[in-house]
């Protein structure tokens, strides 16, 4: 499986951003989906999931409110809609694929597939 993330950039806090992830799997729908975030000097830690048929979506505490996700199974795509942004949402975001389901899916080991990352850097 491949993750193409892109979305990210340069915002001001209390703006808005989108991220997409494109994955190259045929049977996407089969799939949880989470996205994680890392900032410099810190541990990767979990944002936000949603399941295969994208009925049920879960939530850091830290975004919960001002965070979407959602997935797109006719495109293989999964989106993070992100507002309110915040300094401190400022990370590198990586969308993943689960794989692990005996694996809490906060549990980055959970998910065996990784895009590549897309910054986001927010300005107070």
């Known amino acids: 499986v491949q993750l193409q993330a892109s979305g990210g950039g340069l915002v001001q806090a209390g703006g808005s951003l989108r991220l997409s992830c494109a994955a190259s799997?045929?049977?996407?729908?089969?799939?949880?989906m989470g996205w994680f975030r890392q900032a410099p000097g810190k541990e990767r830690e979990f944002v936000a999931a949603?399941?295969?048929?994208?009925?049920?979506?879960y939530y850091a505490d830290s975004v919960k409110g001002r965070f979407t996700i959602s997935r797109d199974n006719a495109k293989n795509t999964v989106s993070l809609q992100m507002s309110g942004l915040k300094p401190e949402d400022t990370a590198a975001y990586y969308c993943?694929?689960?794989?692990?389901?005996?694996?809490?899916?906060?549990?980055?080991?959970?998910?065996?597939?990784w895009g590549q990352g897309t910054q986001v850097t927010v300005s107070s």
């Open positions: 993943a694929v689960r794989t692990l389901y005996r694996v809490d899916y906060l549990n980055p080991s959970a998910y065996a597939y």
């Open positions: 949603i399941n295969g048929q994208g009925d049920s979506t």
């Open positions: 799997e045929r049977t996407f729908s089969s799939y949880a």
